[in-house]
């Protein structure tokens, strides 16, 4: 009824306390009323009580210590992280000069859907690279499960020596590859490399190597381990 997503934890607006109340009184049932708002029928059976008690729909007043920060705090933390997307809470904490906690900034960050994730790094990727991609996933639209499994994949990957520290950054869940919250991933030369292969049977062999690869040397890996892998995994038959 109010585009609340089911089995959210959320608090109740004034607006869905009163929907449940009335809904109420034109007899649907408790179980009716919380599938219709995603909530959960104890809260529907304490509003309806709530109402017939003291015919309020308002929180009642809470106990426990007050909440260290102020509105305009609350709204200054906000605006910083949003200009400052790598800024972590006691970074706000220190810069903003706030006599809370960073646990304190952590958690109004939190209020209006702002988590610390780590940073994910884009790759360099051209135009030319994306248009081929997109024409693989088109061209292979229509294989099935059988015909994937009688693919061998092979691929190699760099291992570096140098520093490969975390980045964090604070945004909203499911926005990760946003461009405002990546870091640029530089292609990266030397050190060495491992060529591998697998197929959905498991992995097949592996070579380490060092500097270029050119094409005698990529002919030599896969003529040795690309094809001993292929008829270990399918002695005969097409591949």
């Not at 005698?216 to 896969?222: A, E, G, N, S």
């Amino acid at each position: 009824m109010f585009g609340r997503p089911s089995g959210c934890i959320d608090q109740l607006t004034t607006v869905e306390r009163a929907a449940i109340v009335t809904l109420h009184g034109v007899g649907w049932t408790g179980r009716a009323i919380a599938e219709e708002l995603h909530c959960d029928e104890r809260t529907v059976t304490r509003w309806v009580q709530r109402w017939q008690e003291t015919r309020s729909l308002e929180d009642s007043e809470r106990s426990g210590r007050p909440r260290c920060t102020t509105d305009d705090t609350d709204q200054q933390i906000g605006l910083y992280s949003a200009s400052h997307h790598e800024a972590l809470p006691r970074d706000i904490q220190r810069e903003l000069e706030l006599p809370t906690s960073a646990r304190t900034v952590r958690r109004r960050l939190c209020e209006i859907d702002l988590h610390t994730f780590v940073r994910r790094r884009e790759h360099a990727f051209t135009a030319e690279d994306l248009r081929r991609r997109i024409s693989f996933a088109e061209g292979y639209a229509h294989w099935t499960e059988a015909d994937w499994s009688r693919v061998l994949w092979s691929d190699h990957t760099l291992f570096t020596l140098d520093c490969q520290s975390r980045e964090y950054v604070v945004r909203p869940p499911g926005h990760a590859c946003d461009e405002e919250y990546l870091e640029p991933q530089e292609r990266l030369q030397g050190a060495m490399w491992l060529w591998g292969c697998f197929c959905a049977e498991g992995l097949g062999h592996a070579e380490l190597y060092e500097g270029t690869l050119n094409a005698v040397q990529y002919q030599r890996i896969l003529s040795l381990n690309l094809v001993k892998s292929a008829h270990t995994f399918w002695p005969s038959g097409q591949w």
